[in-house]
């Protein structure tokens, strides 16, 4: 006797309750697939470091002039930034 049948379950509620629970597990992939294809679809357009003279003064590159505008442009597209 298994474990299921031991606590009352007949073997085809077994079966029945571990296809639920893999509908639901199906369920979740197609879910987090979906999540993940919309991420990657997603689309940042940041700043060009040497495009013009916004980011070099006298001649210096200023890098945290740039890296301000990178991560205002990954706020605009609702991406959270970690770190420092």
């Known amino acids: 006797m298994s474990e299921k049948?031991?606590?009352g379950?007949?073997?085809?509620q077994a079966w029945e309750f571990?296809?639920?629970r893999i509908a639901g597990l199906i369920q979740q992939l197609?879910?987090?697939?979906?999540r993940i294809?919309?991420?990657?679809?997603?689309?940042?357009?940041?700043?060009?470091?040497c495009a013009d003279?916004?980011?070099?003064?006298?001649?210096v590159f200023q890098?945290?002039?740039?890296?301000?505008?990178?991560?205002?442009a990954l706020q605009a597209a609702g991406i959270s930034i970690k770190g420092e």
């Open 5 to 7: 049948l031991k606590v």
């Open 9 to 12: 379950m007949t073997a085809e």
């Open 18 to 20: 571990q296809n639920g």
């Open 30 to 34: 197609i879910e987090k697939d979906a």
């Open 37 to 49: 294809a919309e991420l990657e679809a997603r689309e940042v357009s940041i700043p060009a470091a």
């Open 53 to 59: 003279d916004e980011y070099f003064i006298d001649g």
């Open 63 to 72: 890098p945290l002039r740039y890296e301000r505008d990178v991560e205002r």
